[in-house]
Structure formats: C-alpha cells, structure tokens
C-alpha cells in the first residue's frame, strides 16, 4: 500500500512536493525542537488520487487513524473525549503559498457532547460555545458551501445587543442552536456530532477546493501548475482566544514592504488566526506584545533569529500564545514586494548567509520591471482623505468600485475598496490597480495577495466608513460615491482625492543615469545585483531601437547594441509621399528618381543612430512591411473617391492611390509581397537602403566614429532569396568609399527559414530570431485578431498557461528555435545569434535564449535593465529554465 500520511517528525523542508509548504515547514520546526502542536500531513499524492477517482484512496483514513492516535496518546486527550477532547485543526498546504485561496477549518471536534468538556477543562465557558459556533460557520462554509452571510447577521444582531463586555456564554449557546439550526435549513440535515466523521468530511473538503474556481485563478495568475495537489495539515488546536493571556498573530523577521530589519507583524490578543488574516478586527503593531506579554515576545524574537539563519531568508511566521505559551503554526519563505527583494537579498551578502549568485536567485526581472513603475508627486498632492497601512508599494489611480465582480467588469483602472477582502475577491484584486481596505494590516489577506502579485494596497484605513449597498464611502462628513476617481499611495498609505500626477520612479532615474548608484538603498541594492548579473552573464543584451534618441536611452541603461532598427519606421509622417512617389512610379525612371529622393533621407537617419550607438553593433532590417501599409486604407481611399465623384468634383491623386492600392491589396498581408519578397520584386529598394548604410558608415569614419552596422534581410524561407539580396548587396557596399565591412544576415521568422537553417547559415553571417512573426506563423496564428478573440477562453481552461507572444512557446517555437541553433552553427560555427522579438524582455523566455546558446537578446530600451538581471540569473544557474520568483 502506499504511504499517504506523514508526522511532522517524518518530513522536513526539502519534500515540499510531497508534504505541501507548509507541511513541509511544520516537520523543519519540528525537527529543528521549536514549539510546534503535535500533528501529521497528508499528502499531495493522496489529494492528486483523491480528485482523480472523485474519492480517497484505499486505506487513506485508516492511515489517519493510526497518526491520529499517537497525538492522542502523546497529549493524553482523545478527539470525541466529552470530558477532555481532543480538538483539530485542518489546514490545506500547497508546494507554493497560495494566502487565503484554500480552505482551513479549526475546532474539530466540537460537539453537544464535548462543548462542556472544553469549558470544564478550560475553565471558560464562553470560550467553549465561542468555539462550537466558529466550528458549525466555518464548516459550514467549507465542507457544503453554506453561505456565511446568514451567519454573520446572527452574529452581528448579537454583538449589537451584547454591549462592551461582548457576548455571554448562554448568548453564545443560544446562538450556536441558531447556527445548527441555519446549518440544517441550507444542508438539508443536522450538523454532524462524529468528530471523525467531521474530520474525514474536513479533508475530503479540502483536497476539493484545490479546484475552487479562487484557487484556479489564483494559479494562473501565478503561473503554479494545475497538476500539483494540495496536502493537509492536521494538528492538535492550540487556542489563542482564551483571554488576554492569549493571542495570535504574524510576524516577518524583516520588514516585507522596504526589507528594513526589525520587528514587524501584526498581533490580536483573545483571538484566533483567522481573525488576523482575515483583517476582521484590526490589531496591534507586534512591538506592543513585549508590554503585554514580555517573555513570550523574547521567545519569538529568538525563534525568528533561529528561522532566518535556519532558511537564509525573510520568513513569514504564524503564531498563537495560549495562556501564555508560544506554539508555531506555521514558517514559510514570506512574500515581500520588489523592493524589500532586492534590499533583503542585498542585506542576506553582507551578513554572510548567502553568495551573491544566490542574490541574483533571489530578485526576478518582473520585480525590477516594477521598480520602474512611476510613482505619485508628492508636491503636487492634494491633503490627503485618510491614511492607512502601506501595504504593497506604488501609485495607483483609479475610480471607486466596492465590489470584485465591478472591478473585474471595467475596461479603465479602478480602486477596489472593500472593509476587507476575502478569496472571494481574487479576480476583482486581479482587475484592480490598486486595493483600499478599512481592516486589516499588513499581514491581512488584502496585504498579502496584493504584494504576491504586484498590486498596490492600503489595508487599516479605519477612518473610512464604507457602505457598499449604498456604493459610498466617507470619512468624516465627506463622501466618496463609485465611480469617483481616488490615488493610493502603497507606500504611505495615503488616500487622496482625485488624480495626484505621477513622476519617474527613482531606480528608472537611476538606471537611466540621472541618480547616483548610493541615493538610498534600494538603488544601492539594483546597482550591486544588476552589476553582478553583468559580470556573470553570457548573454548579451541590445535593444530595439529606431531613432537616435531610443539608440541613446537604450545605451544609458545598458545596452551593448541594436539589436533590430526597423527602417519601415523612417518612411512614416512627412516622407509618406516619396513613398508613395515610389509605388506610383510609372517606369523605371520614376523609381529610381523616388529611390534617389529617399536615399539622403535614410542616410541622415543611419548618421545619427550610427553615432549614438558608436562602437557597438547595430543591426539595420531592410523594409519589412508591405508597401500599401504606407498608402492610405482601402475603405477610406474608397469612400473619398466616392464623397468627390457624388459632388461632381475630380478625385485627382485619390483616385491614382485608390487605383494602387487595389492592386496592391492582399487578403493576407502578413503572409504576402514583404520582407525578403518585396526587395527582390521591387528593383532598387533593398540596394538603396544598403549604400545608405554604407555611406553613413563611411561619413561616421571620416568623423572619427567607430560605426558598426549590419544589415538585416527579413522574412527569408529559402536560402536562395538570401544569397539574392546579398549578391546585390555586395556589389552595392563595393562601391562605397570608406565603408567598413558589414555582415549581412537575416531573420529567422517562419518555420521554414528554422528548418533549412543549415542551408541558409551558408549565406548568413547572423541569425536573428524574430520571435513574433515565428509565433505567429507556427502556430496559424493572426496576432492582431487572435489575442482579442479567443486568447482569454484558452488562458481561463489552461490551454495556453501564458500567452505565446508574452513567454515563448518551448515546445514549438523553441524547438525549431533550438533546432536552426544546432544546424546554422554546425554549418558555420562562427554564426552570431540572437533575438529580436517581444520575447527578448521577457524574463523567463530570455532563461530559454540563454539555455539555447544564444549570443543576445534584444529588446525594447525600458526592458534591457530586466533582460541583463534575466541573463545573470541564467548564467549563474542556466538549468532554472524559468523564474523563481514563486
């Protein structure tokens, strides 16, 4: 039989894929003699059986029973026990921390007949009742999707009436019948009393929300495979709403907003976890637990020493003091936002506790993509409304909407504003721009969702009075009703009215050389990581860029070269009609008089971004887009030569364009007369944008530059049309006085050029993979239609885990990929390589490029800082394959 079930004893951190994160961490502290409830995890194996036979594995309970009474020994209290029982909690665990997504139930258990064996042994009898009715609302909810909202009012009705000292213990047994009674009109029979028939029901429920529809979203946006499972936590209950002897709380041994050391968290006295993290009642700053309780706070100050020197990390602590006791509940590496990423990783080097290659391991390029995000003007700011807890850095603007299903219905930005959210509200905090709460703190399911994805989030702004039947909130005498446009400073905290104006964020200034590298530390931090990706990276880094001014920025934040000058860029505004001169030509002197006019023109351009790119690679694509996409469209070329014909007027030049552009149309542009094609069919085009290389070359050489072009052939499917456009190259670049020598390669852009890449590499003195046009024609796909049409549906049913065009696709696109590598270069292995297309600032694609053996990757000038902290990442461990950031 297989082993399903495992004692905290039996694991340690290392078996996260059996025993879930959090089991996995719960068998380390137990290992490591931290004060941990006694307890066993089930594993993923057993909850990936479960839901593929719809039912438990065989022997799976039996397996619980024997662990379960071993903690009944260990304790000397037996689960059903009317005298003493024996109560659980049932926790759910993944491989990847997925806050608030899965289900936990506490105070298993609890029956008519035990309820009084908890008070006798406690010596509390409203605690005891206290407990039955979290028990009956929370299975409720959990095991048969009773909704918790009639539960709530009962409860609410009664806190109302209850006065300051709060609900007595026969209000409380009296509002447990009510909730029995609520339980059996939803479920449609009696709550059940077997403690093991709740416990068996409490697991069962557990492996089954891994399929929730929240816990589905939650991974596709954090990219967590479907296939893993979920394992389940079970340990014996330790309680934290005893009194004020009791507590629970959160705690980060640094600070997850900026990285700054310290004590952080958050703390409730006379509660229980769920109250924290659920941001119900707001709490107390950590610190304030040293006055109310001062051993305790020591112990925990040590145990959080122990576990960041233990996991060599920011860790994220769940704790309960129990009459004065501490228990662990759970440890895990915490989420912190992009800034304290690179702070605490900078921190960890100096302090010895990891290598700077870990370091690198440790930021991801969407956390510095994030660093670039502009952030409020202080100075133009208005008084703020309120302010909050800053708990997920950024600005954020956007109109009011009080609920998830609004935000998620919008098409511009919104501010969800909720007195706290629950899991419920996933795909609203996914549609948001930012996330306002009245409760909770830092460690509150808002906080922490909104800084695992990126979003900004003020949590605790308890001055806001929030009524969302009414679709308003206030503070003070001033109301804020949906649809009114609020910022939010995830920083601060601050709540402003309106739109406060953005400015550039520091670490963009830095990187674009306006900041010293020691402004502050976080810039610091970026300096030293992104200075030793460069140093280990084998990937170079160029950019896509147009225009001197792009050539310049791009050199400013780091890049060795361009990478793709598209030159179909240099033929749009005021030169549109030599263009057009150009496809009107009638014979071939008209051609070669619009080519003659054209030549000077791009000329000019070559000078300038020759010069601001001076000693390092630019690599120029010849004209790629069909002619007519310079020409006007057919449908308005057709309805003005109609408007004229109707008044009696002459369509003149219209009606010569629309003549044109007739005959020019294609069904399937993308796939017709361009690139590679239209050189060849139009005499003269590719020979005239060559010699302008050439000659700019030359004009930059007898200016004492360094210019180092080369010429890009775009669109090739047969070796043939290379070996065409480089013949007529040559013969042009001979013809140039004081020309350096330019190679001349192409794009690799359809599966045809991947496939007989051998051949072409006889012809190519690079490759550059256009990974766009590559996506698109191996998989059939339109990009301009598809990603409108049908990119969500496949997204939501996990066709597509990312969208191809967003991360490339290695299984097709990086296997010809893979597969033109090993032939151009077994054909010429002094081949250049690289890529030039969207993926080149992606993250995890450039992992890819890296493992695949190219030489660069280039990409727009904003994303080559992300591209060079990817391509050291890479180096440093080129079998990660994808981002870690998890």
């Not at 010895?352 to 994030?370: F, N, S």
């Not at 190519?764 to 698109?776: E, K, P, V, W, Y």
Request: hydrophobic share 45%; with cysteine.
């Amino acid at each position: 039989m297989p082993k399903y079930v495992y004692d905290f004893i039996e694991g340690d951190r290392s078996r996260a894929d059996l025993l879930g994160g959090k089991g996995a961490n719960l068998a380390e502290m137990t290992r490591l003699g931290l004060p941990v409830p006694p307890g066993f995890t089930i594993s993923t194996d057993a909850c990936r059986a479960y839901l593929a036979a719809g039912s438990p594995p065989a022997g799976l309970f039996a397996e619980v029973n024997a662990h379960l009474r071993e903690i009944e020994a260990r304790l000397d209290r037996w689960l059903g026990d009317p005298r003493d029982p024996l109560l659980l909690a049932v926790r759910s665990g993944g491989r990847y921390s997925m806050p608030g997504m899965m289900e936990t139930i506490l105070d298993i258990g609890l029956n008519d007949a035990t309820v009084g064996g908890l008070a006798a042994r406690s010596g509390d009898e409203r605690f005891a009742w206290d407990s039955y009715r979290r028990l009956i609302q929370m299975f409720g909810r959990t095991v048969y999707g009773v909704p918790s909202d009639e539960f709530e009012r009962e409860l609410a009705a009664l806190r109302a009436t209850a006065g300051a000292a709060g609900p007595s213990a026969g209000q409380l047994r009296d509002l447990v019948e009510t909730y029995k009674k609520i339980f059996a009109r939803q479920v449609g029979h009696d709550f059940p009393q077997a403690p093991h028939e709740q416990l068996y029901l409490a697991i069962r429920s557990v492996f089954e929300s891994w399929n929730a529809e929240r816990a589905r979203l939650y991974r596709r946006q954090e990219h967590i495979p479907d296939d893993l499972g979920t394992a389940v936590n079970v340990m014996a209950m330790v309680f934290g709403n005893l009194g004020p002897d009791s507590g629970t709380g959160v705690a980060f041994t640094r600070d997850p907003a900026t990285g700054a050391p310290g004590v952080y968290g958050d703390y409730l006295a006379d509660a229980q976890g769920e109250d924290v993290v659920a941001g119900i009642r707001n709490t107390v700053g950590l610190p304030e637990l040293e006055r109310l309780d001062p051993v305790s706070f020591r112990r925990l100050l040590e145990i959080m020493a122990t576990l960041e020197r233990h996991y060599r990390d920011l860790c994220d602590i769940e704790f309960t003091i129990e009459r004065g006791r501490l228990w662990m509940l759970q440890t895990r590496v915490g989420k912190r936002t992009a800034a304290a990423a690179f702070v605490i990783a900078a921190q960890l080097v100096d302090e010895g506790l990891i290598t700077l290659d870990e370091a690198l391991h440790r930021v991801t390029g969407a956390q510095l993509a994030q660093l670039m995000f502009p952030a409020f003007d202080l100075a133009a700011a208005p008084a703020p409304l309120a302010v909050g807890v800053g708990a997920s850095p950024g600005a954020a603007v956007g109109r009011v909407v009080f609920d998830s299903a609004a935000a998620a219905a919008a098409s511009d930005p919104v501010i969800l504003v909720r007195r706290e959210t629950n899991p419920d509200d996933l795909p609203g905090m996914i549609a948001a721009a930012g996330v306002l709460t009245s409760r909770g703190g830092k460690t509150s399911h808002a906080a922490v969702v909104a800084r695992g994805m990126g979003r900004t989030c003020v949590c605790g702004a308890d001055a806001l009075d929030i009524d969302p039947e009414h679709g308003e909130f206030t503070v003070g005498d001033r109301a804020v009703r949906a649809g009114e446009v609020i910022s939010i400073d995830g920083t601060t905290g601050r709540i402003y009215p309106g739109e406060v104006p953005v400015q550039p964020s520091p670490v963009a200034r830095y990187l674009a050389g306006e900041l010293s590298p020691q402004a502050d530390p976080l810039i610091a931090a970026v300096h030293r990581l992104l200075g030793h990706a460069d140093a280990v990276r084998k990937l170079g880094v160029r950019a896509n860029a147009d225009t001197p001014s792009d050539a310049r920025r791009a050199r400013r934040f780091g890049a060795t070269g361009i990478g793709l000058c598209r030159t179909e860029h240099m033929f749009l505004g005021e030169r549109r009609e030599l263009v057009e001169r150009l496809i009107l030509a009638d014979g071939p002197e008209e051609l070669e008089a619009a080519l003659a006019a054209l030549l000077p023109l791009q000329r000019v351009d070559f000078v300038g971004i020759l010069a601001a790119m001076d000693g390092l690679p630019v690599t120029i694509r010849l004209l790629d887009p069909p002619l007519h996409e310079f020409l006007p469209p057919l449908a308005e070329l057709t309805a003005r030569v109609a408007r004229a014909e109707a008044l009696g007027a002459e369509p003149g030049r219209d009606a010569t364009l629309l003549t044109a552009v007739r005959r020019m149309h294609e069904a399937n542009p993308m796939l017709g007369l361009r690139g590679v094609r239209l050189g060849l069919v139009v005499p003269g085009l590719f020979a005239m944008q060559v010699r302008a290389v050439a000659e700019a070359a030359a004009q930059r050489i007898r200016a004492g530059g360094d210019p180092r072009p080369e010429i890009m052939v775009p669109l090739v499917g047969d070796v043939r049309e290379l070996a065409a456009v480089r013949d007529e190259a040559e013969r042009v670049l001979a013809t140039v006085d004081g020309a350096p020598e330019i190679p001349i390669g192409t794009m690799i852009e359809v599966p045809r050029a991947a496939l007989t890449a051998g051949e072409i590499a006889a012809e190519a003195h690079f490759f550059s993979f256009g990974t766009n046009d590559l996506t698109q024609t191996t998989w059939a796909f339109s990009r301009d239609d598809v990603e409108g049409s049908f990119f969500s549906t496949y997204l939501e049913r996990g066709i597509f885990p990312v969208s191809p065009f967003e991360t490339i696709d290695r299984r097709g696109v990086g296997r010809l990929i893979r597969m033109a590598v090993a032939e151009g270069r077994a054909a010429r292995p002094e081949l250049t390589i690289g890529v030039c297309g969207e993926h080149g600032g992606d993250p995890d694609s450039v992992a890819f490029f890296a493992d695949a053996r190219l030489d660069y990757v280039s990409c727009s000038p904003y994303r080559v800082p992300i591209a060079r902290l990817a391509a050291g990442r890479a180096a440093v461990d080129p079998a990660t394959g994808t981002s870690d950031s998890r």
